[in-house]
Every structure is written in C-alpha cells, then in structure tokens.
C-alpha cells in the first residue's frame, strides 16, 4: 500500500482559509490583481460515429445522449488537466484501496484518455491493466501490460467471473442510468478479497465565506435537472456511493472526501495548486458538462445555454468568489470466499 503524502487529507476541512492576497482588493474581481496569472493561452468506422454540436464533437455509436459529453480534443486535454487535479487531492495517489503491492488483473471502467490505466500499469508492470470505455479516443502507444476496450459497461460484462484484483470507476454518473446493475457486473466480475473503487465529482457548489455566486448555483440547479430528466442519478455523495457498493455486496466500505477549489484563492499552497488548474479546466469544462443537457435535455437555446456556461466561467474566475466541490472517493472490498 502506498504510503500517504503530507499533503493528502483523508478528510475535506471544515474551512479552507483564503490567501490574504486574494483577498486585498475587493474592487478588482481578476486574479492578476493578486499577482497570479490565470492566463490559459498556450476502430471501425462504426465506433468512431459522432455528431458535431454547438462546436463540440459528440460520439454517438452507443447513441447520442448516453455520454453528454463532448470526446474531442479539447475534452481530452480537459480530462488529463483533471486527472492531475484528482492526483493533487489524493497526494500523488493514483487510488486509496489497500490492494497491495502486486495485483494480477486491473479494470478501469470510463477510462477517457486512458491516462490513469496507463499510469497504474506503469506503477504495476507485473499486473495487466485494461481500460474500458465508450469512445476509442486512447492512445495507442501505451505500456505493454496495458490495452483498451471500447464497451458500455451498463451492458453485459464478457469479462470471467472473480478475475479482477482491483476495479477502478471515476466519473462516469452522468454517463450511467443504473449504477445498481453496473456494481452488481462489477462484484461478479471481482476476486473474493479483491476491490472496488469509486471516484465522482459532487455536482454542487459551496463557499464558506458566503461569497457563492448565483451564476455558479444556476449552473448546478440547471445540470441536476437534466441530468435527473436524462435518468442519470442526482446528488452524487460519499454516502450514495456507500450505499450502491452496500447494495451490491462489497464490505469494508471508506469514504474520503476532498475539497476541489474552483480557483487559486487558498491560502494552502497544495490547495491553490488545484484551484489553479481547476480554473483552466473550467475554461472548457462548464460548457463540457453543460451545453448538451441544457439543449437537447432542457430545450434551452443554444445562445441561452451557452450565457448559463459562461456566466459560470466568469463566477469562477472572479477573485472574490471562493467556490469549491467535493471530489469522493469511495472504496469496498469483496468478502472472501467461504
């Protein structure tokens, strides 16, 4: 098991102080004000089906609202910026379960870019990793002990029962309409002893100075709403995840939550760190989220949908906000056989 960096809380904070720089004028709502600069400049042809929409390429083999997110390179880009921010949290971890040092067989379910798949063959030459996803926009040159499957994991898993040590899922709720029936293929598909983890982006905002803006609640309101008209399960917890791995038989369940910072306001350097990237991914990630559930679930405007992303953009890169989420992590273990 990996030993825990000095930086990496088990718990979010009660409160997360804000830098006095940030804070010395109140008039001036941009970060350079406090000398930060936030400037962001610098298969078969059947699976490689996609729509392009307000701008953004959608892929469409499994049809078109199953992902609402968008799966072009700038997504990609916005996936391996947050893929960082969640290695921040967990100090320079890549999981939290105790799985030990030499699993044989790991699954990464919504494997995006591949990049966390990649990283855990690296950190586990020994083991096979495989990587599992709707959309075949990994790369190809990867660790010999790594490949990628282009599925959707709400179908029936073709993988040998009990032949996974560890399966890794992060941030794929807005994607899945029955995380009971995906937990239950993943427990089936799990070694006795072995584990499961969850990892998911709560998807609503909080302040603890009351500086959160009504653009950034708007936002949110907006998304749960579409996302529970879509089927997709609302307010995404550490307990809800608690409860589905319950539900479908894993044991010995932790919970860990972690505050993600929308911007450079904290005080705590590792903190800031995180709210610095969480600021560029921002750039993209709110109209990534947002625009398809706003447009084709909601039937917003586009125009109008895309004043709501924006309006979030601008929220999060006003000083004056001190805006954060909760990243969850969430892990079970399969009881051994009897």
């Not at 709403?225 to 479908?248: F, I, Q």
């Not at 990630?285 to 398809?292: D, E, K, P």
Request: charged share 25%; hydrophobic share 35%; proline share 7%.
């Amino acid at each position: 098991m990996l030993q825990l960096s000095r930086f990496e809380m088990t718990q979010a904070p009660e409160s997360i102080e804000v830098d006095p720089a940030v804070l010395r004028d109140l008039e001036d709502d941009s970060y350079a004000s406090s000398g930060y600069n936030t400037s962001t400049a610098s298969l078969t042809s059947s699976i490689n089906e996609y729509i392009i929409e307000n701008g953004r390429r959608y892929h469409t083999y499994w049809g078109p609202d199953k992902n609402p997110h968008p799966t072009d390179e700038k997504e990609q880009d916005r996936l391996d910026i947050h893929h960082e921010i969640m290695l921040l949290l967990l100090g320079r971890q890549l999981y939290k379960a105790p799985i030990g040092d030499s699993p044989h067989r790991i699954l990464d379910v919504g494997t995006g870019t591949g990049i966390w798949a990649i990283d855990m063959a690296d950190q586990h030459p020994s083991a096979e990793v495989i990587g599992m996803d709707l959309s075949p926009i990994q790369p190809k040159w990867v660790p010999p002990n790594c490949r990628f499957e282009v599925d959707d994991a709400e179908l029936d898993w073709t993988y040998l029962v009990e032949s996974f040590d560890f399966i890794h899922v992060r941030n794929i709720s807005q994607a899945v309409s029955d995380f009971p029936r995906l937990l239950a293929q993943a427990h089936r598909c799990c070694k006795p002893g072995g584990y499961i983890e969850l990892g998911e982006i709560g998807l609503a905002a909080y302040s603890d100075d009351n500086t959160l803006p009504s653009g950034i609640t708007r936002y949110f309101e907006l998304l749960s709403e579409g996302l529970v008209k879509l089927g997709r399960p609302p307010g995404v917890t550490g307990e809800s995840l608690r409860d589905n791995l319950m539900k479908a038989g894993f044991v010995d369940i932790q919970i860990h939550s972690y505050k993600q910072p929308f911007a450079p306001w904290p005080k705590n350097p590792e903190l800031k760190r995180v709210g610095a990237m969480s600021l560029l991914s921002g750039e993209t990630g709110f109209h990534a989220y947002g625009m398809s559930v706003f447009t084709r679930i909601l039937g917003i405007d586009a125009e109008e949908a895309d004043k709501i992303c924006s309006g979030a953009v601008q929220s999060q890169r006003n000083k004056n906000n001190h805006i954060y989420n909760y990243y969850y992590v969430v892990y079970g273990r399969k009881p051994d056989a009897t």
